[in-house]
């Protein structure tokens, strides 16, 4: 096992709060050695950013393992690919005649991504000159704005000097919470100031009964940096990780919301016209949306893939398998699979000696 990647991913794992076992740690540096050695290692140098997305970081770190090992080298994977468009999608894959992109999507409400996403990294910048050789961790809510960075950059320097391990701190008080905060010190890691471990967004949370509009708005948002149709030799496809979705919600998201319908001697089911797939502006860019569900729950994990098809593309499955071995494949007259099925079954997770 190679020093580096252990000593790395143990590192990876201290700035995001969690005690990892040696076995999340071992499994981490197994992959980052398998993305080095596929030409993927802008994924591995990703997680060195810390901070914002680092979760996301870990889930298409996770999704190109799958791809890497599922092809051996007998296809061309890149992530994050130097292209032309303004926005490229996270992976494109090469194979034969065909090219597949993929663009991979966290399912959450993404309205604040954007300026939350200059706050977070303001405040990184900023708390490095603070001379607290310890890690901190924050979660901001709503209200919190680019004014209260100076605040709360003075708020981690005084409450940083002294702190209290498992603590949280809540800025500016209890009353009008716009931050929640921890510290903790490094195991093992050599760090030289106060230093920005995991931080997110404290209004994150699903609102009932909205999820298929969620999930929806996600794709679409997603699915805004194809900038081409599918075609014989292209094929654009969003990835999302679906381990807290029900496989109906993503069903009315894609295909359409499903109604029963019911007449005499009559008891049927249909679909409304509201799905992913029927939006005007992406109907010819998606040709499907892949699910994917960690075997195992831990956060470095293989996934089962369910495929949800584009009806419009129903006859390119030849060309779908092709790109993964996928768990289920759906399609729009078909409701989601009852209970866990097969693809559900432990499957052993294939590691690079290091």
Known sequence: MSPDFIKLA????EGTRRQAL??????????????????????????SEGG??????????????KLALYHNQNAHISCDPDEDSQHPPNFKIVKGKLTYWIQMKQLFNLKRENRQK???KKIKEEAKKIAVRAFFGCGLYEQFFEKDISDFIDFLYVNS??????KEYIFPNEETPKAIVDFWYPNKSDISSLTMGISGDMDMVQVTGHTKNQIKQ????????FEWNVDDYVINLIAI?????????????VFGTEFEVFGTNKHTWS?????????????????????????GGGIVSDYFGILYVNEIFKDRINDFNMLLNFSDVIYHNMRPPIGKGNFWEKETLILADL
């Open 10 to 13: 143990a590192t990876i794992f």
């Open 161 to 166: 000097s002294n702190f209290e391990k498992g």
């Open 118 to 120: 200059k706050i977070i």
């Open 241 to 253: 990780d679906a381990d807290n979705y029900e496989d109906v919600d993503i069903c009315d998201a």
């Open 52 to 65: 914002w997305k680092i979760w996301d970081t870990f889930a298409e770190h996770n999704f190109a393992v």
């Open 271 to 295: 679909r409304k016209d509201d799905g992913f797939f029927l939006v005007q502006d992406f109907s010819k860019k998606i040709a499907g949306v892949i699910a994917l569900k960690s075997k």
């Open 22 to 47: 040696n076995a999340d740690i071992k499994n981490l540096a197994s992959n980052m050695k398998i993305l080095e050695n596929n030409s993927m290692c802008k994924l591995n140098r990703r997680f």
């Open 218 to 225: 996600g794709l679409i948002n997603a699915a805004g940096g």
